[in-house]
Nanobody, 118 residues
Framework: QVQLVESGGGLVQAGGSLRLSCAAS????????MGWYRQVPGKQRELVAT???????NYADSVQGRFNISRIIAKTTVYLQMNSLKPEDTAVYYC????????????WGQGTQVTVSS
């Protein structure tokens, strides 16, 4: 069984920065794409950023230029550096990873709360 554990969430003032981290643990062969998603009550979970095993990245328009996703392959860990935070960034942030070829499939972390005050 594999697990994804997020950390680094918290309370920050608008304009500040936070760095989230997510580490994979358990039994798996390798990880393909990793990413971050966020969700607020009553709304659908949305993509924030993803990164492939070769370093290719994809960002939501709302965070482009402010957030940066990075990855340490050897540690099977992904980071999300969040700068110039806005109150509308407040959400629960979830780590996502696709494990290939074994066990296969996509897994989610438990989520970490990010709150940006105005």
């Amino acid at each position: 069984q594999v697990q994804l554990v997020e950390s680094g969430g918290g309370l920050v003032q608008a304009g500040g920065s936070l760095r989230l981290s997510c580490a994979a643990s358990g039994r798996f062969f390798s990880i393909n794409t990793m990413g971050w998603y966020r969700q607020v009550p009553g709304k659908q979970r949305e993509l924030v950023a993803t990164i492939t095993s070769t370093g290719g990245t994809n960002y939501a328009d709302s965070v482009q230029g402010r957030f940066n996703i990075s990855r340490i392959i050897a540690k099977t860990t992904v980071y999300l550096q969040m700068n110039s935070l806005k109150p509308e960034d407040t959400a629960v942030y979830y780590c996502n990873a696709n494990f290939r070829p074994w066990p296969g499939g996509t897994y989610w972390g438990q989520g970490t709360q990010v709150t940006v005050s105005s």
